[in-house]
């Protein structure tokens, strides 16, 4: 039972490239997040997903688009990245009801933007 | 929208010592308040989860309580050890997860 796993680990892109970010989890989810963590700033929701098919727009969307085509994975990808977009990406699962769920995180993608 | 807020940012105990953190927030909206730790280049690893309904939750060492009128929740470490040193987060969650900057604390021995 391996939870939630992201790859890459780490990533270095230079201004306009893109890049897709891959989350998967082994425990049957329903929800799925992505968030970045930046100095100062907290976690920071981007987009997330209630089930197999579905996507939504969190509190930063901008410049992201996300895709879950199958219940295990939730892609994140950055179609012209930008410098503002250097962070650190976490990925998150939870099983269901929001308000009886903890969520479980993934350790990571550290992206730095040229 | 929600703002959560967590003070200290930074705190530095001796080992044995008892203390708090807190976490403040401006909606009293919220389905539930979890507490998360995250070490140094890791993820969140969830501590406690009070739900909206709740006061407290205890788990060893960890108490979290909940006042959902006042907008605040409280960690409270016992007997603090050097592998608690961790940055330690509270989330709260309402139409979407909203999370605090924070309190990086480390334990001296």
């Known amino acids: 039972n391996a939870g939630v796993t992201q790859t890459p680990k780490f990533r270095v892109l230079k201004t306009g490239q893109s890049m897709t970010l891959l989350c998967a989890q082994d425990m049957n989810h329903e929800y799925m997040y992505w968030y970045r963590q930046d100095p100062g700033m907290g976690l920071r929701l981007i987009h997330y997903?209630?089930?197999?098919?579905?996507?939504a727009k969190g509190e930063v969307p901008d410049g992201y688009n996300v895709s879950r085509l199958k219940k295990q994975n939730f892609l994140l990808g950055l179609e012209s990245a930008a410098p503002s977009q250097t962070s650190v990406y976490f990925c998150a699962s939870s099983y269901s009801d929001r308000a009886m769920e903890t969520q479980y995180f993934g350790p990571g993608t550290r992206l730095l933007v040229l | 929208k929600q703002e959560v807020t967590q003070i200290p940012a930074a705190l530095s105990v001796p080992e044995g010592e008892n203390l708090v953190l807190n976490c403040s927030f401006t909606?009293?909206?919220?389905?539930?308040l979890q507490w998360f730790r995250q070490d140094p280049g890791k993820g969140l690893t969830s501590l406690l989860l009070?739900?909206?309904?709740?006061r407290e939750q205890t788990s060893g060492r960890l108490n979290a309580s909940l006042d959902k009128s006042s907008g605040r929740s409280t960690l409270y470490i016992a007997a603090s050890q050097p592998g608690d040193s961790a940055t330690y987060l509270c989330a709260v969650s309402g139409n979407q997860f909203y999370f605090g900057t924070g309190t990086s604390l480390t334990v001296i021995p």
């Open positions: 997903s209630v089930g197999e098919g579905t996507t």
């Open positions: 009070i739900q909206s309904s709740q």
């Open positions: 909606d009293s909206a919220i389905y539930n």
